[in-house]
């Protein structure tokens, strides 16, 4: 099967037909991603500012760190959740949209973002996060480029809307 055909099937699954044909489904999907994907960045925010020492300055990194990154998973898992519930009911408009394209490839590099600095940057943490040590260059990077990622999501994420042609409810 080729990709057209996946997502021409995906588009004409039940569940799709269910969203597309109901009158609240889609709206309630949209508004959980919405609010989700406020809540990932908005979590990761306060560990972000807190890297580029703007924010929570008087706790350590890792424990800000740890008391909110498990909430971004759980926002992040419904946000992926509730976006695919959204692309299933127009799959092949969504996959051609240059906007969804956008957001998926900043998203990856969201992700990349925190592998480099989970793998890399997080390892000298004990050295600075007492907090007598500035974050390090590489460490305050990795918050600027996490912040413009996100943002950059939620810009892309808007703009699908207004540019999407045919939705066919």
């Not at 799709?16 to 999907?29: G, Y």
């Not at 989700?36 to 929570?56: E, K, Q």
């Not at 959740?81 to 009911?89: D, S, Y």
């Not at 974050?135 to 808007?158: N, Q, T």
Request: proline residues 4%; aromatic residues 14%.
């Amino acid at each position: 099967m080729d990709l057209e055909s996946f997502l021409q099937s995906l588009q004409q699954g039940g569940l799709s037909q269910f969203i597309q044909l109901s009158a609240w489904a889609f709206p309630v999907i949209e508004s959980i991603h919405v609010v989700s994907i406020t809540l990932v960045f908005g979590v990761i925010a306060i560990v972000d500012l807190r890297l580029l020492g703007v924010a929570s300055v008087s706790r350590r990194v890792s424990e800000v760190a740890r008391d909110c990154l498990p909430l971004t998973w759980v926002f992040f898992a419904l946000a992926v959740f509730t976006g695919l519930l959204m692309f299933v009911t127009n799959a092949p408009v969504y996959f051609d949209n240059t906007w969804f394209r956008w957001k998926m490839l900043f998203i990856a590099l969201a992700g990349v973002n925190m592998l480099i600095f989970e793998l890399i940057t997080a390892r000298s943490m004990p050295v600075w996060d007492d907090g007598s040590v500035s974050v390090p260059g590489p460490g305050k990077l990795a918050g600027l480029l996490s912040i413009g990622f996100w943002i950059a999501v939620i810009l892309c994420g808007r703009m699908i809307g207004f540019t999407l042609y045919a939705l066919p409810f």
